[in-house]
């Protein structure tokens, strides 16, 4: 059997459909949400987890049995159901169009995967079993929260200032690649967990002044306030 290796599908402000009305269905319809997607959810009946997920605002629902066409102008199609009349119905419709499909728990029937995913700012970790162990993939996730803590938000932003000022000075890539070595081996990341962010910035500066950039520490602060500024006003 041939290996397959997984790679990102941009979902964000493209319609979503998730067809099923049960906790799974809501981690699905949650996960892509959070990636930015337009999800609506299509089912006769909503359990409670579905129904908090549209009081929220983070889907549409859609109340009716699926009938063909139902899928028509989604992105992607999740379907968490064990009805395999409607599992096929669903699956040859996807294959017509064209459509990216995933029914939950059946990879055969898969054209694309929904790993467990941890997020931190810029930083996104996805953990796959490629369909063989979903809530293993969920537990190891979850193991991966305490080694990659909340500061790893702003562990990630201020690298990217950083790496910012290293190729304004024209510091050569291998170069960079050491820089940030060392920077990964710092207590940045300790000070930023203790709320210390101004011994972050002044770590981040002395080791830039080892590889040759001279920053003041005001200069990468302002740069990195406006770095979030910048971000915030394209989102």
């Not at 193991?143 to 910012?164: G, M, N």
């Not at 972050?200 to 770095?227: C, H, M, N, P, W």
């Amino acid at each position: 059997m041939p290996k397959y290796y997984p790679v990102m599908l941009d979902v964000r402000a493209r319609p979503a459909l998730v067809i099923g009305g049960d906790r799974i269905a809501a981690e699905k319809a949650a996960a892509l949400a959070a990636s930015g997607a337009q999800v609506s959810v299509l089912s006769a009946e909503f359990g409670a987890e579905v129904l908090s997920l549209a009081e929220r605002g983070q889907v549409v629902l859609r109340a009716k049995n699926y009938e063909p066409g139902d899928l028509a102008g989604a992105f992607v199609v999740v379907a968490a159901t064990t009805d395999p009349q409607l599992i096929e119905a669903i699956w040859q419709e996807t294959q017509r169009s064209g459509q990216p499909v995933n029914i939950v728990d059946v990879p055969r029937y898969c054209t694309f995967i929904l790993p467990s995913v941890l997020r931190r700012g810029k930083l996104t970790i996805a953990v796959s079993t490629e369909g063989a162990s979903p809530s293993l993939a969920k537990r190891i996730r979850q193991q991966l929260e305490e080694s990659f803590p909340l500061a790893y938000e702003d562990y990630i932003d201020l690298a990217a200032q950083a790496r910012v000022h290293l190729r304004r000075q024209g510091i050569a890539y291998d170069t960079r690649d050491e820089f940030f070595r060392d920077f990964m081996a710092s207590s940045v990341l300790d000070a930023l967990s203790a709320g210390e962010h101004e011994r972050a910035l002044t770590i981040t500066v002395e080791l830039l002044r080892a590889y040759g950039v001279e920053v003041q520490l005001s200069e990468l602060d302002v740069a990195f306030v406006k770095e979030q500024a910048d971000a915030a006003t394209q989102i």
